[in-house]
């Protein structure tokens, strides 16, 4: 078979034409996918009243036959009496019913009540985690108990053989307890924090364990062994954590005591129980474990035990909690040593709030009471602890805030604006009064502390005591007053007043830990003015001894807080103490996680795109900081942030009609950003962009100043192009900047560049990503489209007809090691094509004022020879890759694209085409690696255009 290509002569225009569908009116009543589906409300299923056994039966007969569909929910609404309906009209309700409330209500109020309490579940978990990651040490703990060996092995169910009545009862299990009380003791020591924390997990866990065995009484000697843990001060600094795990075990006592009890009274849930319908072995169980509870003869746990079990109140006497929380607050008041004390208030709130939110007085009562106790903390013994310990006033103080904090907390939760003024009052009267109201301060809503935000800073400065107290204070005011609203004449005067302060420390420490949330008050509530002297006392304060170094957090913090503010990028970046402010941070890493949160801030906040100088140089110097910060060792997806950031900052950049400066502020960042592939990527992308707008807007009549420039952008890019690594996107921006020079009228510089992505071809070897599984497939799309702008390349005389396709053929044949046979295959195919749009007499695309092969050649017969020969060797190599031995699935792709191409580009009515058409076909049904259904889309079009009959293309037995 001779191997010649016959193209087919296309007419563009009328081939346009004739693939344009003809238009149809459609008419009213006529289908179309697009038309709206319309419910038609001319009739309407009715309803029967009167059916007893199926009250939702229809009158179908009445339905309208002309009625295509009928919506079903409009056969209720559209009914001349929508109360008609027998399920709209509620049944009438016996007396039993109308006592009886409805049972949905009960569930709805039993899930409020639990989300509430899941609520309050998770703000003691927040504040747990806090001070169990605050309040540790290196010291070793102790852990005093007496033994559990002593009447362990007696259980609940063998009481029942002995005792027949509930007095007996309550002798045995008490007759226990004294047993415990009498037993054996011993003493772990030496202990490390996390065998401590350990060894209390343990015992929480032996607990459930009695519990579910039956070990009721075990289970109480474990928890009053546990409460008699808090009286141990012995190392103060872990006192905070050892409370909060020690009310987790009395938490869970408290739960398995009433959910026994609870379990005698279903179908009673949590929240709904009923006193008068307490079954009476429920109501024997509570009385005897509160009467276990009150014969406990140590105070501390006998009253944490009764806390942790309040709630078993309810099912005896659920109007006397009020009583049994004042009792137990009354009962705190004998705790001799303070931090104990303070803490056991604490606990007695957190129950109080959780089991009964309704009910206050008691909150009041152990904040006052705690008030009247400071003049405990001078007795000797107090002293004596501390300084065995060696410990200050204000560090044993500061053990006794997360109990203060959680008491306030409560007090304030959903209190009156009064009583934050209350309190306050009583704070002053009392020493060390400013650690009382900075714990007011950070607990009551700062709604109330803003509104009188300047009388507390006045009185917080008039005390005498240590500055270090009254930086706390100042810095709990300034967070109340940030998320807050000051009245807006008290704004100016408070931010100078605590600057009056702050201006005078010299620890920096201390300085920048109270500034923080008012340099965030001075960006809300003012201008830069107010702001960048801020910046300016900060950068004065953090200079001596480089005692910026040391707090490299803290002022990113401060600086993310002041960004979060502005209400403009304008406002920040022209502040003359901004890059001062930056260039603290003379650790690189550390500047550029500041500079991506401030080129972060930039991106966001700049909407429109700007060309002021200031705005420019600095984003350019954040950016450039940004980029220097990455090395070799710098992970990936730092890389990609960091060149997504500086693109995205990059775009915002437009000189507008200024187009030689774009072109000068690309330069400067190609010079800025040369170690980040995809921000060179995108500045040749913006580039060519440059280049394509300036040809819009004069309408390609190009002056001699138009036409340099656009030469020079297109210079910028064959330039930059090659510093890129990637070689796909090397590749494709080799193709993408000969388009646009094209398109430009640089002939010359286009030839260049479509030279150079060919040029690549050659080194194929070289390229790093070949290896990956999406290259392959990339690069027959990319090649593609450098076919596709051949097109419209003029050839060179000086180097002959269609030099560039030699080329670019020349260069796939050579890579036969490296490119697969399947993509050489499958290019060469597409190259058939742009063959035979070469030999069109008029071309599909043209270019204004760009002379073409069309117009150089017009079908001349020796460009027509040329193209021929260049087809023939072309399917030369088609034919020696499909008619080879390989059945894998490139080949059979390769065969139908060949056929695809041969039915779209070949001349059909020639009998040499026919030929090849037939012979494809068979080597298609004999290879049998093609796609059947494919082939058969393939066929019926064939016969349709009546090209071949159905007899001359014979399918597979199989089909």
């Known amino acids: 078979m001779s191997l010649v290509w016959k193209p087919k002569t296309v007419c563009y225009e009328l081939e346009i034409e004739k693939r344009k569908a003809a238009r149809k009116d459609v008419k009213k009543d006529d289908y179309h996918p697009l038309k709206l589906i319309t419910v038609k409300e001319g009739s309407v299923i009715k309803i029967s009243n009167t059916t007893k056994k199926n009250p939702l039966k229809t009158n179908t007969s009445k339905v309208n036959s002309n009625v295509d569909f009928v919506d079903p929910l409009s056969a209720f609404t559209a009914t001349s009496n929508p109360l008609s309906d027998p399920l709209s009209v509620p049944p009438p309700k016996s007396k039993e019913e109308k006592v009886t409330r409805n049972p949905l209500e009960k569930e709805v109020e039993t899930t409020n009540n639990e989300a509430e309490d899941e609520k309050k579940s998770n703000d003691w978990t927040v504040y747990k ?34 005792a027949t009545s509930v007095s007996d009862k309550m002798k045995t299990r008490l007759g226990q307890l004294d047993d415990f009380e009498e037993g054996g003791f011993h003493e772990m020591q030496n202990l490390t924090q996390q065998e401590f924390i350990n060894r209390i997990q343990e015992l929480k866990q032996m607990l459930k364990e009695a519990w579910d065995s039956s070990q009721k009484v075990k289970a109480l000697k474990i928890s009053i062994q546990c409460a008699k843990l808090l009286n141990d001060t012995s190392v103060m600094q872990f006192y905070p954590s050892k409370f909060v795990l020690i009310a987790d075990v009395l938490d ?39 009467l276990k509870i009150a014969s406990i003869r140590e105070l501390l746990p006998r009253l944490c035990i009764e806390a942790a079990t309040i709630r078993c109140n309810e099912f005896i006497r659920p109007g006397d909690w009020n009583c049994v929380l004042l009792r137990l607050t009354n009962m705190a008041r004998g705790i001799g040593n303070p931090l104990v004390a303070v803490f056991i208030r604490a606990y007695l709130c957190r129950v109080g709030m959780l089991h009964m939110p309704s009910f206050r007085g008691h909150l009041k009562y152990n904040f006052y009471d705690y008030l009247s106790s400071f003049q405990q ?11 065995a310990q060696k410990i200050s006033l204000d560090t044993y103080l500061s053990y006794h805030k997360p109990a203060v904090d959680w008491i306030l907390s409560c007090l304030a939760k959903d209190a009156h604006e009064e009583t934050l003024t209350e309190v306050i009052e009583k704070c002053k009267r009392c020493e060390n009064s400013l650690l009382l109201i900075n714990c ?77 949330p008012w340099m965030e008050y001075a960006a809300k509530y003012f201008s830069k003015r107010e702001v960048n002297t801020v910046l300016g006392e900060v950068i004065k304060h953090m200079t001596p001894d480089r005692a910026f170094e040391r707090l490299y957090p803290e002022l990113h913090s401060v600086m993310g807080k002041v960004l979060d503010r502005m209400p403009s990028v304008a406002q920040v970046f022209y502040m003359d103490k901004f890059l001062p402010y930056i260039d603290m941070f003379q650790h690189e890493e550390r500047k550029a996680e500041i500079c991506l949160q401030v080129g972060q801030f930039f991106v966001k906040k700049q909407e429109e795109e700007t060309c002021d100088p200031i705005i420019v140089n600095v984003i350019l110097y954040i950016c450039k900081a940004i980029h220097d910060a990455l090395n070799a060792l710098s992970i990936e997806d730092r890389r990609k942030q960091s060149a997504r950031l500086i ?40 580039v060519n962009r440059l280049s394509t707008k300036v040809t819009s807007i004069i309408q390609g009549n190009h002056t001699k100043k138009t036409s340099a420039f656009v030469r020079a952008c297109t210079a910028f890019s064959f330039i930059t192009i090659p510093s890129l690594s990637n ?59 450098l076919l596709s702008s051949l097109l419209l390349v003029p050839d060179n005389t ?34 058939l094509a742009l063959l035979t749009a070469y030999s069109q007499d008029q071309y599909l695309h043209r270019i204004d004022k760009i002379e073409s092969n069309e117009t150089l050649y017009s079908n001349d017969p020796k460009f027509l020879d040329q193209i021929a020969q260049i087809s023939m060797t072309v399917l030369n190599e088609i034919f ?80």
């Open 647 to 686: 693109c995205s900052s990059i775009d915002k950049i437009s000189f507008r009609k200024d187009f030689e400066q774009q072109l000068a502020f690309y330069v400067t960042c190609r010079a800025n950003f040369c170690n980040l592939d995809a921000v060179i990527a995108t500045l040749v992308h913006s």
């Open 440 to 516: 007011c301060l950070t607990s009551f809503r700062s709604e109330y502390v803003a509104t009188r935000a300047l009388s507390i800073c006045r009185q917080i400065c008039s005390y005498e005591e240590t500055v270090l107290h009254k930086l706390m204070a100042l810095e709990a005011l300034g967070k109340s007053t940030v998320n807050g609203e000051p009245p807006e004449a008290d704004r100016l005067p408070l931010l100078n007043e605590v600057w009056k302060l702050l201006v005078k420390v010299k620890n920096p420490e201390h300085f920048l830990s109270c500034a923080s």
């Open 252 to 290: 869970s006592f408290g739960s398995l005591v009433f959910q026994r009890i609870l379990t005698k009274c279903e179908p009673m849930k949590p929240g709904q129980v009923d006193p008068k319908k307490v079954t009476l072995s429920a109501r024997e169980i509570c009385i005897n474990w509160l």
């Open 880 to 959: 020696s890759y499909i008619g080879g031995n390989d059945k894998s699935h490139g080949k059979g792709t390769c065969i139908l694209l060949l056929l695809d191409t041969i039915i779209s580009h070949g001349k059909l009515d020639d009998e040499t085409m026919c030929k090849m058409l037939s012979s494809v076909w068979k080597l298609a049904i004999r290879s049998g690696c093609c796609d059947q259904k494919h082939l058969i889309r393939i066929r019926n079009h064939i016969v349709c255009k009546k090209i071949m009959k159905e007899d001359q293309l014979p399918l597979h037995s199989r089909v």
């Open 129 to 162: 985690m806090k001070i169990l990651n605050k309040f540790t040490t290196d010291e070793k703990l102790s852990i005093s108990m007496t033994s559990l060996a002593k009447g362990d092995s007696i259980k609940e169910g063998q009481n029942r053989n002995y």
């Open 377 to 387: 903390i001078r007795r000797d013994s107090v002293h004596n602890m501390m300084a």
């Open 727 to 785: 070689n796909l996107v090397k590749f494709n921006l080799y193709i993408e900047s000969g388009q646009v020079a094209l398109n430009c009228q640089c002939v010359s510089q286009a030839d260049a560049m479509f030279k150079s992505a060919i040029g690549m071809l050659h080194e194929m070897k070289s390229f790093s990503d070949v290896r990956q599984s999406n290259f392959w497939p990339s690069f027959i799309t990319s090649v593609s489209n």
């Open 798 to 831: 000086e180097k002959g007809v269609l030099y560039l396709l030699r080329g670019l053929l020349n260069a796939i044949s050579e890579s036969n090691e490296t490119v697969p046979a399947f993509t050489r295959c499958n290019l060469f195919i597409k190259v």
